[in-house]
C-alpha cells in the first residue's frame, strides 16, 4: 500500500514512524510511506503557505497554489485525497477497514484555520475526523489514521488472530484479557479462563463483551445479522 502525507511539520512522523509498527511494514515492503513538506511547493522566496482568511477573523488559512500544486503532482489515477479535519467523518473501524482496501492514500494535514475550501470542493475525496475536539494541525490525526488502516494490513500483525479480538471489530468493545501470574496482589484470574474449557471460556468472553458494551458504550452499534 502506498501513501503520501502532505505536512508543514514533517518530523512529526518521522519518529512515529520510526519507533512504530508502521516502521516494521515499511522496512518489511509492505507499506510505502512518503512524507512531504508542504513549502516544497512554494515558490515565492518566503515559503509562504498560508494567508488571511478573506471576510476578516483570527487566524490563517492555507492558501490553494501549493496545496493544488503538491496533490497533483502526487496524485495518480487510483489515488484517493484524505483531509483530516474535525469537521470531517468521523474515523471509526469499518471506515479503517475499507480504507486498508484502497492501494494510495494521499493525506493533506492542515494547520491555521484550515485549508481555502476551493482545495477541498476540488481536489480532495474524503474528509475524516479522529474526534471531536480540535487539535494546532492534522499531523497526529494522519499518523493516528495510518496507524489504524496499516495494522489491518496482511502480514502485519504477528496473527490474523489478533485482529478478529479487537475492540469495534463487530461493534463492540473488546473483552478482558489476563497473564501471568494467576494471582497478583491478592487479585486471582477469573478461574474460568484457567479452566482449559473452551467453550466455556468462549460464552465467558461473550458475556463480558455484552455486558462491558452496554455498560460503557451503549451507543455502538453492536453484533449484526443472525447473532443479534
Ligand atoms: C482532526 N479531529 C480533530 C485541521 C482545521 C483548527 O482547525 C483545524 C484543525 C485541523 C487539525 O485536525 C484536527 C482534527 N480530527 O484538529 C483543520
Not at 109 to 138: F, M, P
Request: glycine share 10%; charged share 25%; proline share 7%.
Amino acid at each position: 500500500m502506498r501513501w503520501d502525507v502532505l505536512t508543514l511539520f514533517p518530523g512529526m512522523l518521522e519518529g512515529f514512524v520510526r519507533e512504530s509498527m508502521v516502521g516494521r511494514a515499511v522496512a518489511a515492503g509492505r507499506v510505502d510511506l512518503r512524507v512531504h513538506q508542504l513549502r516544497d511547493w512554494t515558490t515565492d522566496k518566503h515559503h509562504i503557505v498560508d494567508d488571511r482568511p478573506f471576510g476578516g477573523g483570527a487566524g490563517m488559512v492555507l492558501k490553494p497554489e501549493p496545496l493544488f500544486a503538491a496533490i497533483e503532482e502526487l496524485r495518480r489515477p487510483e489515488t484517493t485525497v484524505v483531509y483530516m479535519a474535525p469537521d470531517g467523518e468521523p474515523l471509526r473501524q469499518p471506515l479503517v477497514e475499507e480504507l486498508a482496501g484502497h492501494s494510495h492514500l494521499l493525506v493533506v494535514s492542515g494547520h491555521y484555520e484550515g485549508i481555502d475550501e476551493r482545495v477541498r470542493a476540488t481536489l480532495v475525496d474524503r474528509e475524516i475526523s479522529i474526534g471531536d475536539y480540535v487539535l494546532t494541525n492534522g499531523t497526529l490525526p494522519a499518523a493516528v489514521l495510518i496507524d489504524a488502516v496499516v495494522r489491518q494490513l496482511p502480514g502485519v500483525l504477528g496473527e490474523a488472530q489478533s485482529l478478529e479480538q479487537d475492540s469495534f471489530r463487530d461493534g463492540r468493545l473488546g473483552i478482558p484479557m489476563y497473564t501471568r501470574p494467576a494471582e497478583f496482589r491478592g487479585m486471582p484470574v477469573p478461574a474460568v479462563l484457567l479452566s482449559g474449557d473452551h467453550g466455556r471460556i468462549a460464552a465467558w468472553r461473550e458475556e463480558q463483551r455484552r455486558q462491558r458494551t452496554r455498560e460503557r458504550r451503549p451507543d455502538l452499534p453492536g453484533p449484526s445479522g443472525c447473532e443479534a
